[in-house]
């Protein structure tokens, strides 16, 4: 079975600093993509970042970083310059390509505080 | 384009009844599934569908039916609505091939009661 696990469910961070949100998973797959999800209170998932398994360089988008850990099954997302924007819930996810479905794990509500 | 629409954005159901969920995308995608969101809680596949008159069965189908005539709409039909359905429903979609490019609806709030 494919797993995704976060470990922290809620966290908090000041505006201007930098927070990271972990996620692990399991799968015996070898090729696999990782995502990671925002979903504010509008309730719309907007994807955040994306990794292919695949890819040794860890995936940046802005002020969003990925740390990727494929021999530990490690997936964390580092937001630097946190916003108030950025206060929402955000869920790792992962896909292979056998199985045609994104497996959530369980999010990490994130507050940016003034 | 609009991308992906889901029709309405809240119902309330009482248990027994039934109703459908509407599901369309614009943007000619192979694939479009069905996830259920419950409080606290990543999203779950319901339903997926690889193409037009093919459909299958994700992590949790039971109390739901779909069937895809044609590439723009996926409905997913609840057949006798239990308390145990309430949920948000979200529809996705993404082109064949494209693993990294899941486009989400709004969601559907549901609740039975």
């Known amino acids: 079975a494919q797993t995704v696990t976060q470990s922290q469910p809620e966290m908090s961070v000041q505006e201007a600093e930098t927070v990271t949100l972990s996620c692990t998973y399991d799968?015996?797959?070898?090729?696999?993509?990782l995502f990671w999800y925002k979903q504010p209170p509008s309730r719309q998932m907007i994807l955040v970042i994306r990794?292919?398994?695949?890819?040794?360089q860890n995936a940046t988008e802005n002020r969003f970083s990925v740390n990727f850990q494929k021999a530990a099954k490690s997936f964390s997302l580092k937001i630097s310059d946190s916003q108030l924007g950025d206060t929402a819930m955000y869920f790792c996810?992962?896909?292979?390509?056998?199985?045609?479905?994104?497996?959530f794990g369980g999010g990490t509500r994130l507050m940016v505080k003034p | 384009n609009a991308g992906v629409t889901q029709t309405p954005k809240f119902q309330v159901l009482k248990t027994g009844q039934s109703m459908t969920l509407q599901c369309a995308q614009d943007?000619?995608?192979?694939?479009m599934s069905w996830y259920r969101q419950d409080p606290g809680m990543g999203l779950r596949l319901i339903h997926y569908?690889?193409?037009?008159?093919?459909?299958d069965q994700g992590e949790v189908p039971n109390g739901y039916n779909v069937s895809r005539s044609t590439t723009e709409d996926f409905p997913l039909r609840l057949l006798s609505a239990a308390p145990s359905q309430t949920s948000v429903y979200f529809c996705?979609?993404?082109?064949?091939?494209?693993?990294?490019?899941?486009?989400f609806g709004p969601g559907t709030r549901l609740t039975v009661t």
């Open positions: 996705a979609s993404r082109r064949a091939g494209r693993f990294y490019e899941q486009y």
């Open positions: 799968t015996s797959e070898n090729n696999y993509y």
């Open positions: 990794q292919e398994a695949y890819k040794q």
């Open positions: 996810a992962f896909l292979t390509p056998a199985r045609n479905m994104l497996t």
């Open positions: 943007m000619n995608h192979e694939y």
């Open positions: 569908s690889v193409g037009a008159g093919i459909t």
